[in-house]
């Protein structure tokens, strides 16, 4: 199995511009989550979806994010418009309900100047 | 009060050493538990989960005191490997099934 696929892998976008991450979860897993890595705030969920049905999207910061999940084996998370202040490792992971190991995939390096 | 709190660290330790980290999280009703490698400008990947009655999985331990709500990871005979973030994870009970995660405790072993 390849994991969780993310991409792109690092992007580089000027502040005010659409970002589109995107994201394969491993096949037959039915949980997403959407994570922002920082160092001065860690690991922080933006948004889960079990059976492609978003559940929990309280972490989401403000209306310029919003994520989807079309189908079982695609997820994005939009950021419009951007600001310096999204800048972070985005992870994308996935699971089976009911077990407890997430499965990340590598993350996609943000810089928003 | 932070939910899951750790040392950030860093622990500087030589090849050989045994170190030990401890995790604090807030909430009572938390049922499981868990610690979690990252690797520099990696994802991070389960190490192992922690159950009530401690499990061990070669050189690494794993303790959880639910009386004063802390968990921790025993590193024994350190490699260069071994260095990495580990953070610890702390999943709720009821409605609130989040994973919690600390902000990681950096481990550096020396040769």
């Known amino acids: 199995d390849a994991g969780v696929i993310q991409s792109p892998r690092h992007e580089v976008t000027e502040m005010g511009q659409e970002v589109t991450l995107r994201c394969k979860p491993i096949s037959g897993h039915n949980s997403l989550f959407w994570y922002r890595q920082t160092m001065m705030r860690g690991l922080e969920l933006l948004i889960y979806?079990?059976?492609?049905?978003?559940?929990?999207d309280s972490g989401m910061p403000e209306d310029r994010f919003s994520a989807k999940m079309p189908n079982a084996s695609f997820s994005t998370l939009k950021i419009q418009p951007s600001e310096p202040r999204d800048s972070a490792v985005y992870f994308c992971a996935s699971s089976l309900t009911g077990t407890t190991e997430a499965f990340f995939g590598q993350g996609t390096r943000l810089t928003v100047v | 009060r932070k939910e899951v709190e750790q040392d950030p660290g860093p622990f500087n330790v030589p090849e050989g050493a045994t170190v030990a980290f401890n995790c604090t999280y807030s909430n009572s009703a938390s049922q499981s538990f868990f610690w979690y490698r990252q690797d520099c400008r990696k994802e991070p990947k389960l190490l192992m989960s922690?159950?009530?009655?401690?499990n061990e999985d070669g050189r690494f331990t794993a303790q959880l005191n639910r009386a004063s709500q802390y968990i921790s990871l025993l590193i024994r005979d350190s490699k260069l490997s071994d260095s990495a973030t580990y953070l610890c994870v702390v999943k709720g009970a009821g409605n609130n099934r989040k994973l919690i995660w600390g902000l990681g405790t950096s481990l550096a072993v020396n040769p």
């Open positions: 979806f079990n059976n492609n049905v978003p559940i929990d």
């Open positions: 922690v159950y009530s009655s401690g």
